[in-house]
């Protein structure tokens, strides 16, 4: 399983979804461009000391990122027509999110093989990212055993 953003907006985010991939063992695709200069001294800050513990993968575009899944695409958005605790996953799934101010466009929800939404109280738009992606690898990882020990 791995997570994904498209196009990230805020580096605190992305060092956030850093720290998770981290802590459960999950790689971490970015598909770019980033909305903020990107370096090896600012991912260090952003992940702090888990910055050696996850493995980044970079995309110049979602083109190269496509070309590279190896499993199903799920995304993961406000637009979503299966709700989180109605999504079934497997081990092999990307999880995608989109960006922070537009989130993902009409070609990669095209592209997308299932689309889930995270439930909110009504009258409210959405999640932080790093949040959003916390609870939808929560639930995947719970559904197909895929905790660390």
Same mark, same amino acid.
């Given at each position: ?7 990230p907006?805020?580096?605190?985010n992305?060092?956030?979804?850093l720290?998770?991939g981290?802590?459960?063992g999950v790689?971490?695709?970015?598909v ?6 990107w370096?090896?001294?600012?991912r ?5 000391d888990?910055?050696?513990k996850?493995e980044?993968?970079?995309?110049? !575009?979602?083109e190269?990122?496509? $070309?590279a &899944? #190896?499993?199903r695409?799920? /995304? ?7 709700r =989180?605790p ?7 799934d ?10 993902a466009? !009409?070609f990669v929800?095209?592209? $997308?093989? &299932? #689309?889930?939404r995270?439930? /909110?109280a009504?009258g409210?738009r959405s999640?932080? =990212?790093?949040?959003a992606?916390?609870?939808g690898l929560s639930?995947?990882?719970r559904?197909?055993?895929g905790?660390?020990?």
């Amino acid at each position: 399983m791995r997570l994904a953003l498209f196009q990230p907006e805020i580096a605190g985010n992305v060092g956030a979804v850093l720290r998770l991939g981290a802590c459960f063992g999950v790689g971490i695709d970015i598909v770019e461009p980033m909305g903020f200069p990107w370096s090896d001294k600012r991912r260090k800050r952003s992940a702090m000391d888990y910055d050696d513990k996850v493995e980044v993968r970079r995309h110049a !575009d979602f083109e190269a990122f496509d $070309a590279a &899944l #190896s499993g199903r695409l799920v /995304l993961f958005t406000t637009k979503g027509g299966v709700r =989180l605790p109605d999504a079934t996953f497997a081990a092999g799934d990307t999880l995608l999110f989109g960006s922070e101010s537009a989130g993902a466009p !009409d070609f990669v929800h095209q592209r $997308a093989e &299932l #689309s889930v939404r995270i439930p /909110l109280a009504a009258g409210l738009r959405s999640l932080n =990212l790093s949040v959003a992606a916390g609870i939808g690898l929560s639930e995947a990882l719970r559904q197909t055993q895929g905790y660390p020990e």
